[in-house]
């Protein structure tokens, strides 16, 4: 039998008894060469990518999926969960539909007499009803609730988003049941409701004389509009009967709508951006209209009647012109300053100061020192002087 002699830590090749041996010890520049065939192979790699049709070219400047990629829907397309939606996956002489159809009247009714009743109590040159003045708090809290407002409000991105993703051909395609008419209808329902959402949430805020009430207001109105989801939701329960059950349990409702392609919804999405910054500018703008008005006293009245009765006070200390110090005593007979206060100037901390009028002709006094209305810094109200 052969044999051959190993070296310390050596394995020579050769065959001995049928068994094949092979060295597995490698030297330095054995053990670099897979590192060094990667680093080649991945430097080849890169050199592939970087030429184009013969020319050096910067890596992404092909990248076609990337720009796509960064604006592609990571969800699928879907109709809204909402009863909006019945408006158009039902007939107009069912029963689901004519449930849809009262939940938007109730919407827009609660709505309208938020409108009307917020609109109550405004006179000439302030029709919004809005307060002569309110503190730095109220005011940062205004301009925060049309921020958090804005972006609470969810029936405009709702509608254009079903308008800009699902359109005409699309709709035909995967639900032929539904009418592109119809599904337009149920669009500009939610367009609308949700600027008469806006136009109460402006109303409210510009009003409010503070925090809690901005806060408690603004929940109340987004309240109204997640109604709709409400009721589908529960309508999914089985809450309201088999027939609604059915109706929002549609094959209509789970089916994915393919993808625009990418260049509309680029368009699109810009389009809904831009409508977004009108919304928030529009409504910072009218804020801040508002803010400068009040600032300027402009919602004050111009002028007020007093009336303090017939009593009279007796031997009352009354300082007037010709007293120092210590004040003269006499009988204030308060019917002689009942009539007509008109603003007349301002204080320094920019409130107005309420003058007295001649009871005959509603014009100044000239020779007598008229009766004045201010307001008191120190004593925080208004007073008689």
Known sequence: MNSQSLGSGELPSGTSGGL???????NDANSRQPKDSQFITDHQHRYNDLEVNGNATPQ???NDTKEESDYSEP??????????SLLFSEPINSLPF??????????????????YNNMQGGSEGNRLNVPFGVEVDVRVAQYLSLIIGLIMEEEIPSALFMLRQIPKTSLRQTAPQIKYGKFVF????????????????????????AVLDIFYDVIALQFLQQLDDICFTLAKMDVFGKRLKKATTRKCFSVEFPKLPFARRKKLSLFVKALYLINIVTLLIGMAL???NQDRGRFYCASISVYLGD???EEAVVYNNNSTIIGERMNLIFSYFNGEYIINGTTKYGRPIYVEQNKYNSEPFIDKVPAQIRYCASEQA???I
């Open 60 to 62: 992404d400047a092909f």
């Open 186 to 209: 149920a669009a500009i329902v939610r367009l609308i409701m949700g600027y008469f959402f806006l136009i109460n949430m402006f109303l409210v805020v510009v009003q409010a004389k």
């Open 382 to 384: 208004w007073v008689f």
């Open 20 to 26: 094949v041996f092979r060295s597995t010890k490698t």
């Open 98 to 115: 004519a449930f849809a159809l009262m939940i938007v009247l109730m919407s827009y009714t609660c709505l309208f007499l938020a409108c």
């Open 311 to 313: 009593h009279i006070w």
């Open 290 to 292: 508002i803010s400068v």
């Open 75 to 84: 969800d699928p397309i879907e109709l809204t969960q909402s009863t909006h």
